[in-house]
């Protein structure tokens, strides 16, 4: 059984995209959601750790709108 590979894409490469902030600990609660709700492919990064006075500066990036909308109904007004 071969597994499909990781592939590296350059950011543009997805149209959609979403900048949130997440208290210390919290960002594993976000990725682990991605892991399960989404349906299309998905990627994160980060623009600023968190710290136990900052919030971390992450960007998600969807393929599909579907994944989009229900990634902005549960993340976006959050920043716990």
């Not at 997805?14 to 997440?22: A, V």
Request: proline content about 4%; overall charge negative.
């Amino acid at each position: 059984m071969q597994l499909d590979a990781y592939q590296i894409r350059n950011k543009d490469s997805f149209p959609y995209s979403k900048e949130i902030t997440k208290s210390f600990g919290l960002l594993d609660e976000v990725i682990s959601w991605c892991k399960t709700e989404t349906t299309g492919d998905w990627r994160w990064q980060l623009i600023q750790p968190s710290s136990d006075i900052v919030p971390g500066r992450y960007v998600f990036y969807f393929d599909s709108d579907r994944d989009y909308c229900a990634f902005l109904m549960k993340w976006s007004n959050t920043s716990h």
